[in-house]
């Protein structure tokens, strides 16, 4: 079974208790932590969980665009402030989108300053893929297997795939989704995106068995040591009780 990861945001404080129980009951493996801008005083709350980690960086609905070369000062700060949260968790990796609406060189060439500056942190990153179309329809830079191999050769960096987010490109385009992702697949994701959606060109992050996606299909991809967020939204503010449905569901596609 690939290693189980709860995706939150830096300032989900009011999911630190839940969190806490959840792991030790071994419901899931790690968290993915979503590094929000201006969020450096909830460091110490998350590290004294003694959680393993994997860390999100800021994308563009935060202001993040690696692909716009505008925005090249402000990228930078952000990628400061996950350093320092690199820094206190020491996590398994480090996910970054490669912007929208602009330059996929641009995108290369940021990733490469950066790396510079943070080498530590930049061994740990990994490039997720993207959808065409983001929800505020932007064009997203490395949305296609194309550019994604571009990305990765340019960068020297691993992959993290996002299934959801293949099978809208292969919507928005017109190509077979599972044809797509064994494109994808070639490039041997380090870590994988999972959530229920619809065969549509914009992506959603619905419960396990409340969309369309071949659940059972998509979890046969997956390699049995590598691991697994699930980007799902949250129900309630107060409890993690329908992340666990869904682990518990996971497992059932997984066939374990």
Not at 82 to 95: G, H, Q
Not at 230 to 242: A, C, T
Request: proline share 5%; glycine share 6%; charged share 25%.
């Amino acid at each position: 079974m690939p290693k189980i990861g709860l995706k939150l945001w830096s300032t989900n404080l009011n999911y630190i208790s839940a969190a806490r129980d959840l792991f030790a009951r071994k419901v899931f493996d790690y968290i993915e932590l979503f590094t929000v801008p201006g969020s450096l005083e909830t460091i110490p709350r998350w590290k004294e969980l003694d959680i393993p980690y994997v860390l999100h960086a800021p994308h563009s609905y935060s202001g993040f665009n690696l692909a716009n070369e505008v925005c090249r000062d402000t990228n930078f700060e952000f990628v400061r402030q996950a350093y320092s949260f690199f820094y206190a968790l020491t996590p398994d990796y480090v996910i970054f989108h490669p912007g929208f609406n602009g330059d996929l060189h641009e995108s290369i060439f940021q990733f490469r300053s950066f790396g510079e500056q943070y080498p530590s942190m930049y061994q740990k990153v990994v490039i997720e893929n993207k959808p065409q179309l983001g929800l505020r329809d932007e064009i997203c830079v490395g949305a296609s297997p194309k550019d994604m191999r571009s990305l990765l050769a340019g960068t020297g960096r691993g992959f993290c795939l996002d299934f959801g987010h293949a099978i809208c490109y292969s919507v928005a385009v017109k190509k077979e989704w599972k044809n797509v992702l064994a494109e994808f697949l070639m490039m041997k994701p380090m870590i994988y995106h999972l959530c229920d959606g619809f065969f549509s060109a914009k992506d959603a992050h619905e419960h396990l068995g409340d969309g369309e996606f071949d659940l059972s299909y998509l979890m046969g991809l997956v390699d049995q040591d590598k691991h697994v967020t699930l980007e799902i939204k949250k129900d309630n503010p107060d409890s993690l009780n329908d992340f666990s449905l869904d682990v518990q569901r996971l497992r059932e596609y997984a066939g374990v």
